[in-house]
């Protein structure tokens, strides 16, 4: 049964960067801080708060854990008899077997370490791979008497067992909220990564637990990014009879719950202006954590270059971005004219550079003609713009920001050291027809991308009178069997009975295969979708699939 001792629960859904030890445990002693001064009754942090999540091979390094072990030291120095914490850290595994370290939670109250769990459900698909680093626990969960509560704390993937949320094979058979004495109330310390719908999914499915099991349930998650991956840090406090609270998606800090408030929010619906604010999270983080200022954008008079110089705007700001025009023989005016209108709007530094003086030593050298514009041709151009790109980059310490979609890289329809390169790829994880509701939704507000932009047949102007449809098929058609394949996974077979047209299926299937080894070099991807191409997708280059 419920315990009805109302407590005041402070949620940190932090900002963390990989790595920074002294940074995240300053930000989690704040937070301590601020939730005491309030009036919480406990604070409760993201999975692995002293390193963040997650630290790859930096997890390998013994200084490293030591130093992780010492910050904890710290943030229990200050702690009081008005509040609990519940912080994840890295903890030594002294069972004398298996791997040296444990994924770890620990119970802080009055200056002591009340009591310690550890993660039992190592994640080992996607982009997870804890089993590489961390030992699962494997002893019965405990249960924490305090004010009256009876609390079991999991961490992560523990409170996913047998939901669709956990996306690899079950790795045990039992729930670990099956394995001991009744309880009234689950913490969850979690660090789990953004995709688009993953927020209502997670808040119908602990809303599920919730009822079921007739128990609370406080869930914390990381914000911020760290290279291709977002934390949307929304966390939630759900009550067994059906209160809902959480924190404002893609927010740094702090919220409160009081468990007596009458207030009840309403279910989250997402939509495409989530993937907007992930993006925007994702690139300034990616610079601010880096102490990087300012990025290069080559802005071409097309959709996808507009809409990330808006998002680069937005995370940066406009006296940070530098947009370039490098116009070809192929250039139609209409384009120029476009990227001098968005860069006006945008009230960002532009340049033009025409490219055909530097095109044609390139024809002169290699003894070539452009009377049949083919492939080679067309990837001069490509990369003769990389080259300027990278060269103002290096120059002036700007970072090239990649410009690429995701039905492009799926296929392949891009060019190798030109048009693929760049630091980060914001929208390489968004297909194109979901780039043009970007598109829509930041006109909603200001009319910033030139209607002819929105407008016009995509074209790479490589050639005459070139359009994406010479070389792909419809984007809605192309985006639909990307979204089945690789988001979904379905079996050809099945896309063919959705979609129809085998011949057209199947050839783009073969095609977004043998692109794999583009894909390799691409630069990180800001992931939005629930399987993108970058860490998620490991599959090999050299590789023979029947169709």
């Known amino acids: 049964m419920i315990s009805y001792n109302y407590m005041k629960i402070g949620l940190a859904h932090i900002n963390l960067t990989y790595g920074d030890i002294e940074g995240n445990i300053k930000k989690a002693i704040e937070i301590y801080n601020n939730a005491s001064q309030a009036g919480c009754d406990i604070v409760i942090y993201p999975e692995l708060t002293t390193t963040g999540y997650v630290c790859g091979d930096l997890f390998e390094y013994n200084w490293f854990i030591k130093k992780n072990l010492k910050a904890l030291e710290n943030f229990i120095s200050i702690t009081n008899d008005k509040t609990a914490a519940v912080l994840g850290y890295v903890d030594l595994n002294k069972q004398g077997w298996g791997k040296p370290i444990k994924n770890a939670a620990a119970f802080i109250y009055n200056k002591k370490i009340i009591t310690k769990v550890y993660k039992k459900i190592l994640p080992y698909s996607g982009i997870f791979y804890e089993q590489r680093y961390f030992e699962p626990d494997i002893s019965k969960p405990k249960i924490i008497n305090f004010k009256n509560k009876k609390i079991l704390i999991t961490i992560c993937a523990d409170i996913w067992h047998n939901t669709d949320i956990l996306s690899c094979p079950r790795l045990t058979f039992r729930s670990p909220l099956d394995c001991c004495e009744r309880y009234d109330t689950i913490i969850n310390l979690s660090a789990s990564p953004y995709y688009f719908g993953k927020i209502e999914k997670k808040i119908e499915t602990l809303n599920k637990i919730s009822r079921q099991r007739k128990i609370n349930i406080a869930y914390v998650n990381i914000c911020g990014s760290n290279d291709q991956i977002v934390f949307d840090g929304t966390s939630f406090y759900i009550t067994y009879n059906g209160k809902l609270f959480y924190s404002e998606p893609f927010c740094d800090g702090l919220t409160i719950i009081d468990e007596n408030s009458k207030k009840n929010k309403i279910k989250m619906k997402e939509d495409i202006s989530f993937i907007k604010k992930a993006i925007i999270v994702g690139i300034r983080d990616f610079f601010k954590k880096q102490?990087?200022?300012?990025?290069?954008?080559?802005?071409?008079?097309?959709?996808?270059?507009?809409?990330?110089?808006?998002?680069?705007?937005?995370?940066?700001?406009?006296?940070?971005?530098?947009?370039?025009?490098?116009?070809?023989?192929?250039?139609?005016?209409?384009?120029?004219?476009?990227?001098?209108?968005?860069a006006k709007k945008l009230h960002i530094d532009f340049k033009i550079i025409p490219i055909n003086k530097i095109y044609n030593s390139y024809l002169n050298t290699l003894k070539l003609n452009d009377k049949e514009v083919d492939l080679t041709i067309q990837n001069i151009q490509a990369r003769i713009r990389a080259n300027i790109l990278m060269s103002y980059s290096n120059k002036y310490g700007y970072i090239l920001v990649n410009t690429s979609n995701k039905s492009e890289i799926a296929t392949g329809y891009s060019t190798m050291y030109g048009d693929s390169c760049g630091a980060i790829s914001p929208i390489g994880d968004v297909l194109k027809t979901d780039i043009y509701k970007i598109a829509h939704l930041i006109n909603q507000e200001n009319k910033i991308i030139p209607k002819s932009i929105i407008d016009r047949i995509p074209t790479a102007e490589l050639k005459p009178n070139q359009t994406d449809q010479d070389d792909l098929p419809p984007y809605d058609f192309l985006d639909e069997i990307i979204k089945l394949y690789i988001e979904e996974k379905k079996d050809p077979k099945q896309i063919i009975k959705k979609l129809g047209n085998k011949e057209k299926v199947i050839s783009i299937i073969k095609r977004i295969e043998n692109n794999q080894y583009k894909r390799k070099q691409m630069p990180p991807i800001i992931k939005v979708s629930k399987n993108s191409f970058d860490d998620e997708r490991r599959i090999p280059i050299v590789k023979k699939i029947n169709l």
Request: aromatic share 2%; proline share 2%; with cysteine.
């Open 291 to 342: 102490n990087l200022e300012k990025a290069v954008i080559g802005l071409s008079g097309g959709i996808d270059s507009a809409v990330v110089a808006c998002l680069s705007v937005e995370a940066l700001g406009n006296n940070n971005v530098l947009g370039m025009s490098l116009p070809s023989k192929f250039t139609s005016k209409q384009s120029i004219d476009d990227a001098v209108e968005l």
